[in-house]
C-alpha cells in the first residue's frame, strides 16, 4: 500500500525543494527513489541521519530505497559546500568504508521484504570500464558549460579556484542518476539542499539522452538554534560507530539540545506519529525542566542507532554524573563509557606496587595520588571526617580505612569529594 511520502515528510519540516509533479507520481505507483552516501570514513556520522531517516520514511510508505555508496564519486570529490579540494582516498581504503557504510545502514532499512526492499549499489559498478573518451562524447555533449557554471556550487568557488576533477563532479552524479534511471528504474533522487544542483543535472542529463521523466526532492541543512553547526561537538563529528562517538557521549549530544532543537529532531530522528509528538511537545512545554522531548528523542536514536543495552548503560553513566547513582551503577560501566563519562576530570596515575604499599585512604587521596585529589594528608582527614568522600560512589567512613577497593574494570578509581568534584585514579600495571 502506498502512503503519501511527500505529505509526511512536510509535516515533518523535512522538505527544502521538490519539482513540480513529483507527489502525485510517488502518490500513484511504487517509486524507486535514490540517495548518495560519500564514503570518506569508515562511519557515517549524525549529519547523515537525515538523509537516512527520508529513505527509511520512503521505504514505510511503499517505495524502493536505493542507497548509493560513492565507490567512484568518493575518488573524486564533491565541491558542494566545500571551500578547499580534499584529499582523494585510495580503492582499499574505500572498499573499506563501503563495507562500513552498508553495514549501518543495514541496521535501519529492510534489505530483504519484497518488491520495495532496498539496495545497496555502488557507482563504481558502472565506472569502472568507462573511459573519459566515452564519457565526454555520452555526457558532456548533453549538458552545457554555462549551464555547469550557473550552478552555486561553482559559482562559489570560481574565484578561489577549482580543479577540472571537482568541476566535472556535477557530470558524474548526474550520470549516476541516468544509470540508475535506466538499469534501476528510479525516478526520483533525494538528497540536502546542498545537492540540488547536482540533482537537477541529473533531471536534466535524463530528459536529454533518454527523453525520460525524473524528478528531485531535497531536505533542508539542519541549522541549531544556537548557530552552531548540527552534528558537531567540540571533539569533532558525532559519530554511529560507537568506537568513535561512544553511546552515552552520543546520548548525551542529543539530551543537551535545546528546547527549540528537541522539537525540529523530535520530528525529523523519530518515527514517532504526529499525534504523539505534539502531546509530547504539550507536556514538555508545560514542563520544561524536566527535559521530556531531549529524553524522548535521545532514547529514540539512541536505540536504533546502538541497542536497548548501550541506552540503559548511557542512562547509568549519565545518572553518576547527573542525578542519583549507585556503586553497582558505576561498576557496570564498561570502560570506554566510563572514560567517556570522566573526560576531562583530574586524573593521577599510581604503579600497581606503590598502590598495594599504601597504609590507608588517606596516603591514598593526597600522596599517592601525587596531590591531585588532595595536596595534603591533614586535608583529606578533615574532609573524611566530615563525610565529604567517596571512592567508587561508596563513602569513605574513616581516614584509616584500609585501600582494599575494588577497580573499576580492573584499573580504576572514581575518587569523589563534594557533590560535583571527581578525580580519576589509574592502577597502572
Not at 532496498?118 to 569502472?128: H, P, S
Amino acid at each position: 500500500m502506498i502512503k503519501d511520502f511527500v505529505a509526511e515528510l512536510t509535516w515533518r519540516g523535512m522538505i527544502h525543494d521538490k519539482m513540480p509533479g513529483v507527489q502525485e507520481q510517488m502518490n500513484k505507483e511504487m517509486v524507486s527513489a535514490y540517495i548518495g552516501f560519500d564514503p570518506t570514513a569508515d562511519s557515517l556520522h549524525i549529519g547523515h541521519l537525515v538523509q537516512i531517516m527520508t529513505l527509511v520514511h520512503l521505504q514505510r510508505s511503499g517505495h524502493k530505497p536505493l542507497a548509493l555508496v560513492g565507490g567512484a564519486t568518493g575518488m573524486v570529490g564533491d565541491p558542494s559546500g566545500k571551500s578547499a579540494e580534499r584529499n582523494l582516498l585510495s580503492e582499499d581504503i574505500l572498499n573499506h568504508n563501503l563495507a562500513s557504510v552498508k553495514k549501518q545502514l543495514e541496521q535501519f532499512l529492510d534489505f530483504d521484504c519484497g518488491d520495495n526492499s532496498a539496495e545497496m549499489v555502488n557507482n563504481y559498478d558502472w565506472f569502472k570500464d568507462f573511459n573519459f573518451l566515452d564519457f565526454i562524447r555520452d555526457v558532456g555533449k548533453h549538458i552545457s558549460v554555462n549551464y555547469m557554471l550557473a550552478k552555486d556550487s561553482v559559482k562559489t568557488r570560481l574565484e578561489t579556484g577549482m580543479s577540472f576533477t571537482e568541476f566535472t563532479y556535477q557530470l558524474v552524479q548526474g550520470y549516476d542518476f541516468y544509470w540508475l534511471n535506466q538499469n534501476k528504474n528510479c525516478k526520483v533522487q533525494l538528497g540536502g539542499s546542498d545537492q540540488w544542483g547536482n540533482i537537477v543535472t541529473g533531471t536534466e542529463l535524463i530528459r536529454r539522452k533518454a527523453q525520460g521523466e525524473a524528478w528531485a526532492i531535497t531536505t533542508p541543512l539542519i541549522r541549531k538554534a544556537d548557530g552552531t553547526k548540527f552534528g558537531k561537538t567540540a571533539g569533532g563529528n558525532v559519530w554511529l560507530d560507537k568506537d568513535r562517538t561512544s553511546p552515552y557521549e552520543f546520548y548525551q549530544y542529543w539530551l543537551n539540545s535545546s528546547d527549540e532543537d528537541s522539537e525540529n529532531y523530535i520530528k525529523i530522528f523519530t518515527l514517532k506519529e504526529k499525534e504523539e509528538i505534539d502531546n509530547l511537545i504539550a507536556e514538555h512545554k508545560e514542563a520544561p525542566h524536566l527535559r521530556i522531548l531531549q529524553k524522548a528523542v535521545a532514547e529514540d536514536i539512541t536505540v536504533r542507532v546502538h541497542s536497548q543495552e548501550d541506552l540503559e548503560m548511557a542512562i547509568k553513566a549519565s545518572s553518576i554524573l547527573f542525578g542519583k547513582s549507585t556503586a553497582e551503577d558505576l561498576a557496570s560501566l564498561d570502560e570506554k563509557t566510563l572514560l567517556s563519562v570522566f573526560e576531562g576530570v583530574p586524573q593521577a596515575t599510581i604503579s600497581q606496587a606503590d598502590y598495594a604499599a599504601l597504609e590507608n585512604v588517606t596516603d591514598l587521596l593526597s600522596e599517592g595520588s601525587d596531590g591531585v585529589v588532595f595536596p595534603s594528608k591533614g586535608e583529606a582527614r578533615r574532609m573524611i571526617k566530615g563525610g565529604g568522600v567517596s571512592i567508587n560512589k561508596t563513602k569513605v567512613e574513616s581516614a584509616d580505612q584500609a585501600v582494599d577497593f575494588s577497580l573499576l574494570n580492573d584499573k580504576y578509581l572514581l575518587a569523589q569529594k563534594g557533590k560535583k568534584n571527581y578525580y580519576l585514579i589509574t592502577v597502572a600495571s
